[in-house]
């Protein structure tokens, strides 16, 4: 079933039947796993490489719906967001990834870099419309070290000492400490010290090498990403966890991935969220000069089975799904919650990354229509802070 619309429809229609006649509708390997996940035992990468190649109707839709029994039963009916502002602080960056449209040379009209006092404002500017974070990340700009970093949350936190910064990927602490000449340790230990809280688990991309090389071949190793992870989760930070597949990627290595990250979780536990993130390829150089070597994305159909196959697989350790609905849009994103998924993400104002790669959407969603999206779904609408604590539930059946 190749067709998102054909396999949306059957979903819903074969929904009904409810989770046991869902399961009576297949057998063999496919029943065998579900029935083993539901029953929390844990699934293999082998089982789940299973999964994400099924392609018969009712194993697609018995996916999604044990996905969506299992999500009930562990975190309930409640769908969050997080009110929170992106500021890409500068595109100029030497790294020179495949998949990224967004940086810039020095010197291209495109290039920008934000003084801290442009920072400080669109932090207050946030903090005025109800954001209660900011997700800073931006450019390997050749001119700056770690000590900007530092200095940047400094200067948010100086204009809203209240503001939650999720900031820096793995890639950025690497590049920071190598800059400063420290270890990752203390790197991280000086982004605490001012004050910094949260990191995004970004730069991850496919933890596999043979992947990373083709696509991202100036960036850190998968071995140098899961070190510095657990570095900060040591420190007692936490950060997310994400993918970004469809590419030159194949649906085993989505599997290694999920494993690598429930490896990680097992020994730190500082993931807060799991985040696939699709491939936006229309603009970008890896997309525009493979000569058709390159995939146009993921696909909507695995875009399901990603939300289905990750809640089965994290169950017990990773238990926040979120979706994007910067890369789906709103539709889609709103049936992945009937998929596995149950975070909405947040409202971002501005984001640039994807809309550079060629993405629809990206400026900015208001948390009214996160709340009328979670309802036509018959779901709970929550905001959220950035690890999960509840801020303010409303009604199901509400009009806030």
């Given at each position: 079933m190749d067709r998102i619309e054909d396999a949306i429809l059957y979903i819903q229609d074969t929904r009904g039947l409810g989770l046991d006649g869902v399961l009576g509708k297949v057998n063999g390997n496919t029943g065998r796993i579900l029935d083993k996940a539901l029953s929390g035992e844990e699934i293999s990468v082998e089982e789940s490489i299973h999964l994400f190649g099924i392609t018969d109707p009712d194993e697609l839709t018995a996916l999604a719906v044990t996905a969506d029994a299992i999500r009930k039963e562990d975190v309930g009916d409640v769908v969050t967001y997080v009110v929170n502002r992106n500021i890409n602080f500068t595109n100029i960056c030497n790294t020179y990834c495949?998949?990224?449209?967004?940086?810039?040379?020095?010197?291209?009209?495109?290039?920008?870099?934000?003084?801290?006092?442009?920072?400080?404002?669109?932090?207050?500017?946030?903090?005025?419309?109800?954001?209660?974070?900011?997700?800073?990340?931006?450019?390997?700009?050749?001119d700056i070290d770690g000590n900007f970093y530092v200095e940047l949350i400094k200067?948010?936190?100086?204009?809203?000492?209240?503001?939650?910064?999720?900031?820096?990927?793995?890639?950025?602490?690497?590049?920071?400490?190598e800059t400063l000449g420290i270890s990752e340790e203390e790197f991280i230990g000086k982004l605490k010290d001012v004050g910094h809280n949260t990191f995004p688990g970004t730069a991850a991309e496919i933890?596999?090498?043979?992947?990373?090389?083709?696509?991202?071949?100036?960036?850190?190793?998968?071995?140098?990403?899961?070190?510095?992870?657990?570095?900060?989760?040591?420190?007692?930070?936490?950060?997310?966890?994400?993918?970004?597949?469809?590419?030159?990627d194949k649906p085993h290595h989505w599997a290694e991935h999920i494993g690598i990250l429930r490896d990680i979780q097992k020994?730190?536990?500082?993931?807060?969220?799991?985040?696939?993130?699709?491939?936006?390829?229309?603009?970008?150089?890896?997309?525009?000069?493979?000569?058709?070597?390159?995939?146009?994305?993921?696909?909507?159909?695995?875009?399901?089975?990603?939300?289905?196959?990750?809640?089965?697989?994290?169950?017990?350790?990773?238990?926040?799904i979120q979706v994007s609905w910067v890369k789906q849009g709103p539709e889609f994103a709103q049936f992945s919650l009937t998929a596995g998924a149950n975070?909405?993400?947040?409202?971002?104002?501005?984001?640039?990354?994807?809309?550079?790669?060629?993405?629809?959407?990206?400026?900015?969603?208001?948390?009214?229509?996160?709340?009328?999206?979670?309802?036509?779904?018959?779901?709970?609408?929550?905001?959220?802070?950035?690890?999960?604590g509840i801020r303010q539930m409303f009604d199901r059946d509400g009009v806030n």
């Amino acid at each position: 079933m190749d067709r998102i619309e054909d396999a949306i429809l059957y979903i819903q229609d074969t929904r009904g039947l409810g989770l046991d006649g869902v399961l009576g509708k297949v057998n063999g390997n496919t029943g065998r796993i579900l029935d083993k996940a539901l029953s929390g035992e844990e699934i293999s990468v082998e089982e789940s490489i299973h999964l994400f190649g099924i392609t018969d109707p009712d194993e697609l839709t018995a996916l999604a719906v044990t996905a969506d029994a299992i999500r009930k039963e562990d975190v309930g009916d409640v769908v969050t967001y997080v009110v929170n502002r992106n500021i890409n602080f500068t595109n100029i960056c030497n790294t020179y990834c495949g998949f990224c449209n967004f940086m810039a040379p020095e010197g291209d009209e495109r290039a920008y870099f934000l003084s801290m006092d442009e920072i400080a404002d669109k932090v207050k500017e946030a903090w005025d419309i109800g954001a209660t974070e900011v997700c800073m990340q931006g450019g390997m700009h050749p001119d700056i070290d770690g000590n900007f970093y530092v200095e940047l949350i400094k200067a948010v936190k100086r204009a809203v000492p209240e503001m939650h910064t999720h900031a820096f990927s793995p890639f950025e602490i690497f590049y920071g400490a190598e800059t400063l000449g420290i270890s990752e340790e203390e790197f991280i230990g000086k982004l605490k010290d001012v004050g910094h809280n949260t990191f995004p688990g970004t730069a991850a991309e496919i933890l596999v090498e043979e992947v990373r090389k083709i696509i991202a071949p100036r960036k850190m190793p998968t071995e140098a990403w899961i070190r510095i992870v657990k570095k900060a989760h040591k420190a007692g930070m936490r950060t997310t966890s994400t993918i970004m597949y469809g590419h030159v990627d194949k649906p085993h290595h989505w599997a290694e991935h999920i494993g690598i990250l429930r490896d990680i979780q097992k020994e730190t536990g500082g993931f807060t969220e799991f985040v696939p993130l699709r491939f936006i390829p229309w603009n970008t150089r890896l997309y525009k000069h493979s000569k058709g070597k390159v995939q146009e994305g993921p696909g909507d159909v695995n875009q399901l089975k990603m939300y289905g196959v990750s809640r089965l697989m994290l169950r017990g350790w990773i238990n926040n799904i979120q979706v994007s609905w910067v890369k789906q849009g709103p539709e889609f994103a709103q049936f992945s919650l009937t998929a596995g998924a149950n975070d909405f993400g947040g409202t971002l104002m501005e984001e640039q990354i994807s809309r550079s790669a060629g993405a629809s959407y990206g400026q900015y969603f208001p948390p009214e229509e996160f709340r009328r999206l979670t309802r036509e779904i018959d779901r709970i609408p929550a905001e959220r802070t950035t690890t999960y604590g509840i801020r303010q539930m409303f009604d199901r059946d509400g009009v806030n």
